[in-house]
């Protein structure tokens, strides 16, 4: 069996590829964990990696029979996506890699359609019982309000309006945008929780962390928090049809209250991932056991509470 591992569009997620370096070490010290990128040169997790290749942009019509050419011919076992953009094009794929034995780390394409679209999502969250943001009519809006694309990530396009006059004629007219509640972040704390799904698509892990500090819509300070989310996700989500893997929700709770309001769901390892590793929750670990070892994990909630990440710039020289 191969044990190889390729992380897709790896960029600058260093911490991630690491991860996976230990825990082969730990089952397979002979497997290597290997990255693609569009510029291979100039990706600092391609120079943690066993090997980083060049691959065309997700949308380009070769991107994955680039892919499977990469699997092919360097014995990789299982592949994990990393970026949004790639996760449709990967999901409707999947069965190309389960071919030849490859395990395609994504959930199936109904779901991932639903991350993806704001607008589906707010209705994933009603169907399981959680409270989303109510809508705004922007023709006769209530402020503060919220809008950001239905589609968006890395915290693009957002924008917190107070007063009419900031309502403008581009903000009305973008197709994209969609209007909401404000969520006042005096009241509420900010959470990601990162969920671990086994391939019978039960819930095994949930580890929220509350989001401190955020950059570049990016948490750069956080603190994992073993508190009512733990049970009220469990409770609601405790198996998902088809969705497999690592997958990150967003959150906002009141703590006076105990109000709850979902806000979305990226079904791949989120960027914050690394702090709910550095509690315990080894999710590379577990899709080695589960996809190279054929084992069958059971729920675990063996993390540490409280535990503060605190991040900070790095460099790699060449």
Same mark, same amino acid.
């Given at each position: =069996?191969?044990?190889?591992?390729?992380?897709?569009?790896? !960029?600058?997620?260093?911490?991630?590829?690491?991860?996976?370096?230990?825990?082969?070490?730990?089952?397979?010290?002979?497997?290597?964990?290997?990255?693609?990128?569009?510029?291979?040169? =100039?990706?600092?997790?391609?120079?943690? %990696? +066993?090997?980083?290749?060049?691959?065309?942009?997700?949308?380009?019509?070769?991107?994955?029979?680039?892919?499977? +050419?990469?699997?092919?011919?360097?014995?990789?076992?299982?592949?994990?996506?990393?970026?949004?953009?790639?996760?449709?094009?990967?999901?409707?794929?999947?069965?190309?890699?389960?071919?030849? *034995?490859?395990?395609?780390?994504?959930?199936?394409?109904?779901?991932?359609?639903?991350?993806?679209?704001?607008?589906?999502? *707010?209705?994933?969250?009603?169907?399981? *019982?959680? &409270?989303?943001?109510?809508?705004?009519?922007?023709?006769?809006?209530?402020?503060?309000?919220?809008?950001?694309?239905?589609?968006?990530?890395? %915290?693009?396009?957002?924008?917190?309006?107070?007063?009419?006059?900031?309502?403008?004629?581009?903000?009305?007219?973008?197709?994209?945008?969609?209007?909401?509640?404000?969520?006042?972040?005096?009241?509420?704390?900010?959470?990601?929780?990162?969920?671990?799904?086994?391939?019978?698509?039960?819930?095994?892990?949930?580890?929220?962390?509350?989001?401190?500090?955020?950059?570049?819509?990016?948490? %750069?300070?956080?603190?994992?928090?073993?508190?009512?989310?733990?049970?009220?996700? &469990?409770?609601?989500?405790?198996?998902?049809?088809?969705?497999? *893997?690592?997958?990150?929700?967003?959150?906002?709770?009141?703590?006076?209250?105990?109000?709850?309001?979902?806000?979305?769901?990226?079904?791949?390892?989120?960027?914050?991932?690394? /702090?709910?590793?550095?509690? !315990?929750?080894?999710?590379?670990?577990?899709?080695?056991?589960?996809?190279?070892?054929?084992?069958?994990?059971?729920?675990?909630?063996?993390?540490?509470?409280? =535990? /503060? =990440?605190?991040?900070?710039?790095?460099?790699?020289?060449?």
């Amino acid at each position: =069996m191969r044990h190889n591992i390729l992380v897709t569009s790896a !960029g600058k997620r260093v911490a991630l590829v690491r991860a996976f370096r230990r825990a082969l070490d730990r089952t397979f010290p002979e497997g290597k964990v290997l990255t693609t990128d569009m510029n291979p040169g =100039m990706a600092p997790a391609g120079y943690a %990696s +066993d090997g980083c290749f060049a691959v065309p942009r997700v949308t380009a019509p070769n991107y994955i029979a680039t892919l499977l +050419d990469i699997c092919r011919r360097n014995d990789v076992g299982m592949i994990v996506p990393t970026i949004d953009t790639e996760l449709l094009v990967l999901a409707e794929n999947k069965h190309r890699f389960e071919a030849e *034995g490859i395990a395609a780390i994504v959930s199936a394409r109904p779901f991932v359609a639903t991350c993806r679209d704001k607008r589906r999502t *707010g209705d994933f969250f009603a169907a399981h *019982g959680i &409270r989303t943001p109510k809508p705004v009519d922007k023709h006769a809006p209530t402020f503060p309000l919220f809008a950001k694309p239905y589609d968006g990530s890395l %915290s693009c396009n957002l924008h917190r309006i107070t007063r009419a006059e900031e309502l403008t004629e581009e903000l009305l007219t973008d197709p994209k945008l969609i209007f909401m509640e404000y969520i006042d972040t005096n009241r509420y704390k900010e959470y990601t929780a990162d969920l671990y799904y086994g391939r019978d698509h039960e819930l095994k892990a949930t580890v929220p962390r509350e989001r401190i500090e955020i950059r570049a819509g990016e948490i %750069s300070k956080g603190r994992t928090e073993k508190g009512p989310l733990v049970d009220y996700l &469990r409770t609601r989500l405790g198996r998902i049809e088809g969705c497999v *893997g690592c997958i990150c929700i967003q959150l906002f709770r009141d703590p006076a209250t105990d109000d709850t309001v979902g806000i979305e769901i990226n079904p791949r390892f989120g960027g914050g991932y690394p /702090l709910a590793l550095a509690a !315990g929750a080894d999710y590379p670990e577990l899709l080695i056991r589960e996809y190279f070892l054929g084992e069958r994990i059971a729920y675990r909630d063996d993390w540490r509470d409280g =535990m /503060l =990440m605190l991040r900070y710039d790095d460099a790699v020289f060449v």
